[in-house]
């Protein structure tokens, strides 16, 4: 599912979109799948039961309720909370937003970011996973969970970074300038890019 183009900038280009790692699914989920066991429990011992046929239909109302509950809770909710959550690298900014009836979120100009780091455990590396943590002029470090193949997206924001800043660069000195800066082997000195490991 693509990022909805009227929340870009016109001519501007989602480079990466992701939705958090379906790991941040798995504690809810889990609770979840207790909660129908323990229902789908206490629904065969009321039928086994001699109780009478009123109370244990409202023993049964009361049952299924709680598991509508529990799945509405444990399934509903957070699988929603996981679909209205983005994380985009454009070519021009970082945007996260999140949320359904309120929703919240932050950008950050390509140009303001300074350093770009990730950081993920044994666990993280196994499901392709981790934190990405981005800061900006004068801000506080900003940390982003659970963000999927989180070595890609450091390494294609690294490069969106490098990119801007060749750009600003490029546009402070005259053509003649960068003719004289060639080397020995006919290349600029300015054309020069940073390779990163995309492995």
């Known amino acids: 599912?693509?990022?909805?183009?009227?929340?870009?900038?016109?001519?501007?280009?989602?480079?990466?979109?992701?939705?958090?790692?379906?790991?941040?699914?798995?504690?809810?989920?889990?609770?979840?799948?207790?909660c129908t066991g323990l229902a789908g429990l206490a629904a065969g011992a009321i039928a086994a039961s001699t109780i009478?046929?009123?109370?244990?239909?409202?023993?049964?109302?009361?049952?299924a309720v709680g598991w509508g509950a529990a799945a509405a809770w444990f399934f509903v909710r957070p699988?929603?909370?996981?679909?209205?959550?983005?994380?985009?690298?454009?070519?021009?900014?970082?945007?996260?937003?999140?949320?359904?009836?309120?929703?919240?979120?932050?950008?950050?100009p390509?140009?303001?970011?300074?350093?770009?780091?990730?950081?993920?455990?044994?666990?993280?590396?196994?499901?392709?996973?981790?934190t990405l943590i981005?800061?900006?002029a004068s801000d506080e470090p900003l940390l982003f969970d659970d963000v999927p193949q989180v070595e890609r997206v450091h390494s294609l924001l690294y490069h969106e970074v490098l990119d801007e800043r060749d750009d600003g660069f490029d546009d402070r000195y005259d053509p003649a300038d960068r003719d004289e800066a060639r080397g020995h082997d006919g290349d600029s000195a300015y054309s020069r890019r940073v390779e990163v490991d995309r492995r």
Request: proline fraction near 3%; charge should be positive.
């Open 134 to 136: 981005i800061e900006s």
């Open 110 to 130: 390509i140009r303001r970011i300074n350093t770009v780091e990730f950081r993920h455990g044994l666990l993280d590396r196994m499901m392709r996973t981790g």
């Open 79 to 108: 699988l929603i909370a996981w679909k209205s959550t983005h994380f985009v690298l454009t070519d021009r900014r970082v945007i996260f937003r999140r949320g359904v009836l309120t929703r919240s979120g932050i950008d950050i």
């Open 1 to 34: 599912m693509s990022f909805p183009r009227d929340n870009l900038a016109s001519g501007e280009r989602v480079v990466v979109h992701h939705h958090p790692h379906w790991k941040c699914l798995i504690g809810p989920f889990s609770v979840f799948v207790v």
């Open 52 to 63: 009478n046929s009123t109370l244990a239909l409202i023993l049964n109302i009361v049952v």
